[in-house]
Structure formats: C-alpha cells, structure tokens
C-alpha cells in the first residue's frame, strides 16, 4: 500500500465537508420556508427505503470476510430477511430473522 500526501487527504476532507454542507444548505437554507412540490416530495419519500439496501448490498455480494467470494450464507441471510420484510412489513423482524440465517448458517457451515 502507497502512503497518500497529507495535504491530499486534507484537501479531499475538505471537499467533501464543502459538498455535504451544500447539499444539506441547498434543502434547509434555501428551499427550507418554501413548500416543495408534490413530485419532489413523492421522489424523496423513497431515500430512506434505498438507504439500507444500498449499505448491505456490497456486504452480501463482496463479503471482506470471504476476500470477495459470495457465499451460500449471506446469499441465504438476504433472502430470509427479504422474504420476512415483504411478508410481515416490519424492518426489525427482517433484520434479526437475516442476522439471526447469517449467524445459524455460519455455524453450521463453519
């Protein structure tokens, strides 16, 4: 692994700061006293249901603990938690029914 110049890192710290106060501004400062259109406000209603599935994806698919190999519990623990959030609508039932496959199937595969 290459070591990075420091004033690069900083330099990147600082964009990104800049760029996530821009965004969270553009929302807040900007549009904030104003109501926002219907259509916007049906789009952003499906940010928080994208959130998860975008953070986990990576996990099942690229697994760090298997150097990137898919495996047959993840892909399990994924469907099981899918399965149980389509079917009973509740988030926490399908996040400990998929933890709940994941660690079951680890012990049992080994």
Not at 22 to 46: C, E, K, N, Q, S
Not at 102 to 109: A, C, M, N, S
């Amino acid at each position: 692994m290459t070591q990075v110049d420091p004033t690069t890192i900083w330099i990147i710290i600082i964009g990104l700061a800049i760029g996530s106060y821009a965004l969270r501004f553009t929302f807040i400062g900007l549009v904030g006293d104003r109501p926002m259109p219907p259509w916007l406000l049906r789009h952003l209603r499906y940010t928080a249901v994208a959130i998860i599935p975008a953070l986990i994806a990576p996990l099942v698919v690229w697994p760090a603990a298997t150097n990137g190999q898919p495996d047959v519990p993840r892909m399990a623990s994924a469907a099981v938690a899918l399965t149980v959030g389509i079917v009973t609508k509740n988030v926490l039932a399908a996040i400990f029914s998929g933890a709940a496959t994941l660690y079951g199937l680890l012990y049992l595969v080994g």
